[in-house]
Every structure is written in C-alpha cells, then in structure tokens.
C-alpha cells in the first residue's frame, strides 16, 4: 500500500491529521512523526487533545495529507489508529519532544495508524488516483 514514493514523502514532508467528531472537522499540523518497517505511521502526542477525542468518538477513524512544500508532491491517507502511552515508540518519541524542548514537553503518548486507503494529491493526471 505504501509504495517508495509515499513512503519518501511521509519520512520528509510535512503531514497534518485531520478527524471528525458530531460534525466538526479538526485538522492540526505534527513534527513529531514516522513510519514504521511494517508501514504504520505514527505520531507522538504532544498537543493532540482534540485529535484524540475525535479518534474516540469516531471509532479511530483518522485522515492525514503528507506533502512535499516545494515538489507539490502528497498522498492523503486514510486509515484507523489506535492510541499507546507506553512501550519503546512511546519512550523514543519522549526523548524526541524533550530535547526539542530542552525538557519544558513532553510525549504523552502515541498515534499508531493502519492505512486503509492512500490517494495520490499531487496535481497532474495521477490526482485523485488511489494506489
């Protein structure tokens, strides 16, 4: 599902999630985020209050829009997550945020998403194209 491409964008474009709850869309940008060898994102959460309301009230439904600023290149990704406050990703995020910070934040825990869908965004023929 995730090809090189996509994968190439989401390890060094920007990424914002967006997630819905009783009608109303949020959308929030996030540094703090990867993928893992098994193609699941993941992002730690530093300020991701209303993102995780929504992801409980909408049973871990979740968009994301990973781009390239300058190429114009992106993907959005649709897909499910699940949210953890403990293990290695949650630790490795942790020291992440608290040096970025100089210790003032810190991770909370972490979004581990499951693509389900990925839809190329990039303009051109291949837009709306799902691969």
Do not use: H, R
């Not at 109303?24 to 985020?33: G, I, L, Q, S, Y």
């Not at 992106?74 to 100089?102: C, D, H, R």
């Not at 869908?117 to 023929?125: E, L, Q, R, Y």
């Amino acid at each position: 599902m995730l090809n090189e491409s996509v994968i190439k964008v989401l390890k060094n474009g920007m990424w914002d999630l967006a997630t819905c709850a009783e009608g109303e869309p949020n959308v929030v940008p996030v540094a703090f985020k990867d993928v893992t060898e098994d193609g699941k994102l993941v992002v730690g959460d530093v300020f991701l209050e209303t993102t995780l309301k929504n992801i409980k009230a909408n049973d871990g439904k979740i968009a994301i829009s990973a781009y390239d600023a300058k190429t114009l290149e992106g993907y959005q990704i649709k897909g499910k997550a699940e949210y953890v406050t403990e293990g290695e990703l949650v630790n490795t995020f942790k020291a992440m945020v608290e040096k970025m910070f100089n210790g003032a934040a810190t991770a909370k825990g972490a979004l581990i998403i499951s693509p389900e869908k990925v839809i190329v965004t990039t303009p051109g023929a291949d837009n709306k194209k799902e691969i």
